[in-house]
């Protein structure tokens, strides 16, 4: 997701003007919001820690998974940094 982000973010930077031409800035506006919204709430920058949600089991890799189709469980990883002196 945080690839998916910068190449969207990239893509608006970079071609500013055919969105603001197509009339669709507002709409890239918050297709980029919603992402970046999604990582702050993940992140507690006092801690140094941020939190990450992964898929026990490998067929939600294996393509899209709808959330009302959804019977996967999903851990809530908590990745904090090692601290080396």
Excluded: R
């Amino acid at each position: 997701m945080a690839y998916s982000s910068w190449v969207l973010n990239w893509g608006f930077l970079k071609f500013t003007d055919a969105y603001n031409s197509a009339g669709q800035k507002n709409q890239m506006c918050d297709m980029v919001k919603w992402p970046l919204q999604y990582f702050l709430k993940c992140w507690i920058p006092s801690e140094n820690t941020l939190y990450v949600q992964v898929c026990k089991d490998a067929p939600c890799t294996l393509g899209v998974v709808y959330d009302s189709d959804q019977t996967l469980t999903h851990l809530c990883l908590l990745d904090s940094p090692i601290l080396i002196n």
